[in-house]
């Protein structure tokens, strides 16, 4: 495995632990961000783990993550950058729910090289570099093969998918509440479809790359797409309607099943 793979594979890790300590205690500090979008003490704590690590690490390295550092300020060169999500699916975290994790990305040049997204309740460290393939713990992924496609498989969104627009998908649908873990259920097999109505860059950095290395397709719904990163762009306020599916010939359908209200 390559070093930075490795580094940023036991990193998540030793985040999953962190999370799953707070996730133990009875009673957890939460607040509003002013997004409206929840934030509690957990998230903040492993930002900030992983901010040191990365530091410490790749001392040039520029740093873009959800709680501590979410604006990007590039130095003038193609220094590597690293999106984190310290904690997607706060939600389903606050309420006691399982679908949570930590989403790790670096960018090179501009686009996604490195991706890992740890769910530590279920044990799944999902991984992929450019070009080597999307894997799930020791195992590589490929997306679903819609020619031999099983009754299991579903269109996972979010809410506000179903909430703003008309989505007449023919799957069963699957809301986990959690962006990275919606694309991974793509890349790993399960889902056809996957569509995410208002993600942020970190939500879906990783995708950017697990999805097209597990060979599936991702793109922009509509609008500009993220990458290359604009520079000196703030995020926090930025959202993308990502659409990704197993075909192209299925994100085509998709556009035609998924309209706005």
């Given at each position: 495995m390559d070093s930075v793979l490795t580094f940023a594979s036991q990193l998540a890790k030793e985040c999953g632990e962190i999370l799953l300590d707070y996730?133990?205690?009875?009673?957890?500090?939460?607040?509003?961000?002013?997004?409206?979008?929840?934030?509690?003490?957990?998230?903040?704590?492993?930002?900030?783990?992983?901010?040191?690590?990365?530091?410490?690490a790749f001392p040039q390295d520029i740093l873009l993550s959800e709680?501590?550092?979410?604006?990007?300020?590039?130095?003038?060169?193609?220094?590597?950058?690293?999106?984190?999500?310290?904690?997607?699916?706060?939600?389903?975290?606050?309420?006691?729910?399982?679908?949570?994790?930590?989403?790790?990305?670096?960018?090179?040049?501009?686009?996604?090289?490195?991706?890992?997204?740890?769910?530590?309740?279920?044990?799944e460290m999902y991984t992929a570099q450019k070009k080597?393939?999307?894997?799930?713990?020791?195992?590589?992924?490929?997306?679903?093969?819609?020619?031999?496609?099983?009754?299991?498989?579903?269109?996972?969104c979010c809410s506000r998918a179903i909430k703003n627009y008309h989505v007449t998908i023919p799957?069963?649908?699957?809301?986990?509440?959690?962006?990275?873990?919606s694309f991974c259920s793509l890349a790993r097999?399960?889902?056809?479809?996957?569509?995410?109505?208002?993600?942020?860059?970190?939500?879906?950095?990783?995708?950017?790359?697990m999805v097209p290395e597990a060979q599936g397709y991702i793109e922009m719904y509509n609008g500009d797409e993220p990458f290359p990163l604009?520079?000196?762009?703030s995020f926090i306020s930025q959202n993308y309607a990502i659409l990704a599916a197993v075909t192209p010939d299925l994100m085509k359908k998709a556009r035609n099943k998924?309209?706005?209200k």
């Open positions: 996730f133990r205690l009875p009673k957890i500090q939460t607040d509003y961000k002013p997004d409206h979008s929840l934030v509690t003490e957990a998230d903040i704590a492993v930002d900030r783990h992983i901010s040191q690590a990365i530091h410490t709680e501590l550092k979410p604006d990007y300020l590039p130095i003038g060169d193609n220094t590597p950058l690293w999106i984190i999500d310290p904690l997607d699916g706060t939600t389903n975290f606050s309420l006691g729910l399982h679908h949570w994790g930590t989403s790790i990305a670096r960018i090179e040049n501009g686009f996604p090289s490195l991706a890992v997204q740890y769910f530590p309740l279920f044990n080597s393939g999307t894997y799930l713990n020791d195992t590589q992924l490929s997306v679903c093969n819609p020619n031999t496609m099983n009754k299991t498989t579903f269109f996972s799957y069963k649908i699957r809301i986990f509440g959690s962006a990275t873990y097999g399960n889902a056809l479809i996957s569509f995410e109505a208002k993600a942020k860059i970190w939500d879906i950095a990783g995708a950017w790359l604009s520079p000196g762009k998924i309209i706005p």
